[in-house]
């Protein structure tokens, strides 16, 4: 696994994988000189139905020989990501994971159907800023 997110070029027999970019929200390396001139080197622009993004964890789906870029995304931008690239059934659990912070009626409730419905432990973790060991005990 990498740090980095990756860029990617879906050709057109490709499975969906990853997110638009222009979807997740403004990305400070889109403007990066490097990420410019690939762009440019490949014919596409930022807004391109070819160009996917997928965060770290996600890169061995990218397809063998796909063209794709290594991209160092800010905490934000990646949570953001992650929360872009999650059916929507996780979506839904993570925003209100997000909300979480604020109010923690419920919470072992809560960390409980988000473990179970698949969100990983160290996504909870994160959303939510409990520690892991608080995640793991209040799914029991």
Avoid: K
Avoid at 34 to 44: E, K, M, P, Y
Avoid at 74 to 91: C, M
């Amino acid at each position: 696994m990498t740090d980095d997110a990756y860029l990617f070029l879906l050709d057109e027999t490709a499975t969906p994988l990853g997110v638009p970019p222009a979807s997740v929200g403004d990305l400070a390396c889109l403007e990066t000189p490097a990420v410019r001139a690939w762009l440019d080197a490949h014919g596409v622009t930022v807004t391109s139905p070819r160009l996917r993004l997928v965060p770290p964890e996600e890169t061995a789906a990218i397809p063998e020989g796909a063209e794709r870029l290594p991209v160092p995304l800010g905490d934000d931008e990646l949570s953001r990501l992650r929360h872009d690239n999650a059916p929507e059934s996780l979506s839904r659990l993570e925003e209100q994971l997000l909300a979480y912070r604020e109010c923690t009626d419920g919470r072992d409730a809560l960390l409980g159907r988000a473990l179970a419905a698949g969100v990983p432990l160290s996504r909870v973790v994160e959303l939510t800023g409990e520690e892991p060991r608080t995640v793991a005990e209040a799914a029991r």
